[in-house]
């Protein structure tokens, strides 16, 4: 049995891949494949509608916004966000918590002034910057809500009335947040909603169209909320195999009822990390991540030994990212308990064997 604890792409629930392999050869009883079906086909169209419908309920997002499925991941939003919500001569605001929030900033900078509030740069991003001032002329302020690579996530979001944009690619849906907060939330799907290929926007509607500058059709959010994503030829199986998860997440007792889960995972896995002379977790405590446990071993000339056993016990995709070494378990709303305990006890038995 392997455990995935993948950053991203990753794990999504077993009975999703038996189901989108279903329909990859006989989609809905129509005979054809998933992946030859028409994006116009009313049979598609019921499946892009239902994934959007799902994001609503699930989120509970109010009136007033629009959700899109567009395709080129979240780096496409680094710049989108940017080209429509950031007015010719303008500012924006950004909190720099690791590698995706700097490549945010970047392209950003293309677009007008970019004003940084504050940064954990300096402390290789292990902690969540507070007790900082968003400027009130910024067209909006910028978040990273969970840095996957640092194992940082933000608990309380900043209270300002500038316009939230939240980069929420690796904890989307893995708790409850209240959408009116923000005025745009974009993720990549490929770590909580569905595989790789589509990426979903939430955007409110009346931020839209200010800017002053022309926007490429392809880069405007306003261009797909009236195409209701299907401006151009959408991600079809991306998208088939998101609804399908968030069906499976709506089953499960939506995103209440996960967040109680990924919050019991995540404990678990940090009080083992706590116990365990031979490990020490890389982020501040109080903005610990429940998506991605970041930790190290006391001797780091240990790491090797450890990732072998691990990987021997089925724990799969725990090598730390580079910038921060160590380990990365990813543990994201498929993952079972299960997958924590095999991790658990597989520090516990490399314990067992340094006495
Ligand atoms: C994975 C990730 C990204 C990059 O997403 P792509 O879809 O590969 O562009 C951006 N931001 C965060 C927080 C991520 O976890």
């Given at each position: 049995m392997k455990h995935n604890f993948g950053a991203g792409p990753c794990i999504?629930?077993?009975?999703?891949?038996?189901?989108?392999?279903?329909?990859?050869?006989?989609?809905?009883?129509?005979?054809?494949?998933?992946?030859?079906?028409?994006?116009?086909?009313?049979?598609?169209?019921?499946?892009?509608?239902?994934?959007?419908?799902?994001?609503?309920?699930?989120?509970?997002?109010?009136?007033?916004?629009?959700?899109?499925?567009l395709q080129g991941g979240a780096s496409l939003q680094f710049l989108m966000s940017a080209i429509n919500l950031l007015p010719e001569g303008g500012k924006a605001a950004y909190l720099e918590t690791g590698v995706w929030a700097k490549k945010a900033i970047k392209e950003a900078k293309n677009f007008g002034e970019v004003e940084i509030v504050a940064s954990s740069k300096d402390a290789n991003f292990n902690f969540i910057p507070k007790g900082y001032t968003?400027?009130?002329?910024?067209?909006?302020?910028?978040?990273?809500?969970?840095?996957?690579?640092?194992?940082?996530?933000?608990?309380?979001?900043?209270?300002?009335?500038?316009?939230?944009?939240?980069?929420?690619?690796?904890?989307?849906?893995?708790?409850?947040?209240?959408?009116?907060?923000?005025?745009?939330?974009?993720?990549?799907?490929?770590?909580?909603i569905g595989p790789a290929g589509a990426t979903v926007v939430i955007v409110k509607n009346d931020l839209l169209?200010?800017?002053?500058?022309?926007?490429?059709?392809?880069l405007d959010y306003q261009v797909h909320i009236d195409g209701e994503s299907m401006f151009n030829t959408p991600p079809v199986f991306s998208i088939y195999v998101a609804m399908l998860n968030l069906r499976w997440l709506k089953a499960k007792g939506g995103v209440a009822a996960?967040?109680?889960?990924?919050?019991?995972?995540?404990?678990?896995?940090y009080a083992e990390i706590d116990r365990n002379p031979f490990f020490k977790g890389t982020a501040a405590k109080e903005d610990r991540s429940r998506m991605n446990v970041t930790f190290v071993m006391e001797n780091p000339e240990l790491e090797k030994?450890?990732?072998?056993?691990?990987?021997?016990?089925?724990?799969?995709?725990?090598?730390?990212?580079?910038?921060?070494?160590?380990?990365?378990?990813?543990?994201?709303?498929?993952?079972?308990?299960?997958?924590?305990?095999?991790l658990v006890a597989a520090m516990q038995e490399f314990e067992q064997s340094q006495k």
């Open positions: 999504l629930p077993q009975e999703v891949f038996k189901q989108a392999s279903e329909a990859v050869l006989n989609f809905n009883n129509t005979g054809l494949s998933i992946l030859e079906i028409s994006h116009r086909s009313k049979e598609f169209i019921a499946v892009c509608e239902e994934a959007v419908q799902l994001v609503k309920e699930l989120m509970n997002v109010p009136e007033g916004y629009s959700v899109l499925f968003v400027p009130e002329d910024a067209a909006y302020f910028h978040i990273t809500s969970n840095n996957t690579i640092y194992g940082t996530e933000m608990f309380d979001f900043p209270k300002t009335n500038v316009p939230l944009v939240c980069d929420m690619s690796s904890d989307i849906m893995s708790r409850e947040v209240n959408v009116s907060d923000f005025g745009l939330i974009y993720a990549g799907a490929q770590k909580n169209g200010k800017t002053g500058r022309t926007i490429p059709s392809m996960i967040e109680k889960e990924n919050i019991a995972k995540a404990d678990a896995l030994e450890f990732l072998k056993l691990a990987e021997s016990r089925g724990c799969i995709g725990i090598k730390g990212h580079r910038s921060v070494g160590g380990f990365r378990a990813s543990i994201y709303n498929a993952l079972p308990i299960g997958g924590i305990n095999a």
